[in-house]
């Protein structure tokens, strides 16, 4: 059996808990640690691993021996990701990809490019991500569908045919885009919402919200 890849976490928080998990069981890389910028620095171990200030990180764990993936999530519409990705590469590390054994990916993924894709995602053919996507549980991306550099798509999306989702965006859950749709770049898509049109930069989009009945649950007949 072949050696499994030395991979370091940037981040310390419930997202680099759950890519720890990925890696750890489903993938060629072997996490050795963690790593934060020192202002996020509040233990010294997660997980049972050791967690270290950047600049340290790169000192035990050096570039030329150890990829990286960054577990940050959507903060600043996926600007934080982006930026330490950046980063990171600046510094010579090859930022990893995970792609869940349990999704099916029939589109183009780049390599290399801090792109996390979990379980139950089905991507058609002709559908490409771009780099630094992630896409959370159970998502379809349709044929010949894009999704832009630094978006980030929570579960059960729905992204039909021949769409383009501009960059740095964000797709709540159950949100569904019909067919040849245009999403511009840095949007914002709220659970539930429904895309029948395209949209332009840093749109937002957010449904009504379910109000409480009136009626309370110990007065329901027939549940």
């Known amino acids: 059996m072949a050696a499994r890849q030395p991979l370091v976490v940037f981040g310390a928080g419930q997202i680099a808990e759950v890519a720890w998990h990925c890696f750890a069981h489903d993938s060629d890389y072997e996490v050795v640690g ?5 202002e996020y620095l509040v233990a010294d171990s997660l997980l049972g691993l050791p967690v270290l200030p950047y600049a340290q990180a790169i000192v035990r764990w050096p570039a030329a021996s150890h990829a990286m993936f ?13 930026g330490t990705v950046t980063r990171v ?13 349990h999704a099916r990916v029939a589109g183009e993924v780049v390599p290399d490019s801090n792109t996390f894709v979990m379980e139950l995602n089905n991507l058609q053919p002709f559908s ?6 992630w896409l959370w549980a159970g998502n379809h991306i349709g044929h010949h569908s894009t ?3 630094h978006c980030f798509l ?10 383009d989702i501009g960059e740095s965006s964000f797709i709540g859950v159950n949100a569904a885009i019909r067919d ?9 898509i709220g659970a539930g919402v429904v895309i029948l049109a395209d949209t332009k930069y840093a749109e937002v989009y957010i449904g009504p919200k379910t109000e409480a009945s009136r009626v309370p649950s110990h007065r329901l007949r027939g549940i």
């Open 34 to 38: 963690f790593t934060v910028d020192p």
């Open 70 to 82: 960054v577990a940050i999530a959507y903060g600043r519409l996926n600007q934080a990701r982006a």
């Open 89 to 101: 590469q600046a510094d010579g590390y090859r930022c990893a990809n995970y792609i869940s054994s």
């Open 128 to 133: 490409r991500l771009g780099r630094n996507v």
């Open 147 to 149: 999704v832009g550099d």
């Open 154 to 163: 929570a579960s059960h999306v729905v992204v039909s045919g021949s769409v």
């Open 180 to 188: 040849n749709v245009r999403i511009g770049a840095r949007n914002v």
